[in-house]
């Protein structure tokens, strides 16, 4: 399981600016780690229950057996606070996607709005209360447009595991253990099944649809993060094959815009101190 591939990163934007989570997303730890030899004459051979990798292939199956999708994606996430105890924050995105190379996503929540569009050639990021936009050229791919987005601005979309070509092998990458936990009548409105997957460096359960085999939770918790916060993303309202317009993908509502850099935020500077008036002599 690759750490920037699960659902505690935050999307961040250029300029300093904190979209859809806001500027206390909190990335995980990464914490001191063994050498590769010291963990390799160390870890214990992989637990894998054949249960809950057969519903995280059916999870997979179901995903992208679609050609286009729509769905809402509820994200609560805890950040440090001055008194102790964590404090909880949330986001609501709305999701469109078409494969294999458009996506669009609108992130509401504790924080600033944003728009994301890619339509295979770009990927815009639009913040429509600040009217900013910022563009740059994208690979052709939906996987490859993801890792782009965060290498160049931080940009990461919590959902970004189950919306790529292979979402099992997003999530099966270096698990050392996983179990089925059992069913619960709870989440979604419906039927799931409940797995907990685990690897070196994050802990997650997942609530996989009974009948329909889609995601409706996943929660996450990073080994390397000493505060053990927790992450949290709920997925409803799915429609599997939608009709979807051309323009859909298309950013309009940003394009009278003022532009900025594509680009990871700059961290904030502390302020200069007052410059203390020379003593008479």
Do not use: C
Request: aromatic share 8%; hydrophobic share 45%; charged share 20%.
């Amino acid at each position: 399981m690759n750490p920037q591939r699960t659902i505690a990163l935050a999307a961040l934007f250029a300029a300093g600016l904190a979209f859809g989570a806001g500027a206390s997303a909190q990335t995980p730890a990464t914490g001191k780690t063994a050498t590769p030899s010291a963990r390799s004459a160390t870890k214990a051979a992989p637990q894998l229950d054949a249960r809950a990798m057969a519903l995280l292939k059916d999870m997979s199956s179901a995903l992208t057996a679609a050609q286009s999708m729509a769905f809402t994606a509820v994200v609560t996430y805890e950040s440090p606070s001055s008194i102790g105890p964590a404090l909880a924050y949330s986001t609501t995105s709305e999701v469109l996607l078409q494969r294999p190379n458009k996506l669009r996503v609108i992130t509401l929540g504790d924080g600033p709005a944003a728009e994301y569009s890619y339509d295979g050639k770009t990927i815009t990021a639009f913040a429509p209360a600040e009217n900013l936009v910022a563009v740059t050229d994208a690979p052709p791919t939906i996987d490859a447009m993801l890792k782009a987005a965060f290498d160049k601005a931080a940009i990461y979309f919590p959902f970004a595991d189950i919306v790529g070509a292979d979402p099992f092998g997003n999530i099966a990458d270096g698990l050392s253990k996983a179990f089925h936990i059992g069913q619960s009548k709870v989440v979604g409105g419906t039927t799931t099944d409940m797995i907990a997957v685990a690897s070196d460096t994050v802990f997650m359960q997942i609530w996989i649809g009974a009948q329909d085999k889609l995601p409706r939770r996943m929660r996450a918790v990073f080994r390397g993060d000493p505060l053990m916060l927790r992450h949290d993303v709920e997925f409803s309202n799915w429609k599997l094959d939608p009709v979807i317009a051309a323009e859909a993908f298309a950013a309009v509502n940003a394009a009278n815009a003022k532009k900025i850099d594509f680009a990871a935020p700059k961290p904030p500077q502390p302020p200069k101190a007052a410059r203390k008036p020379a003593k008479a002599r």
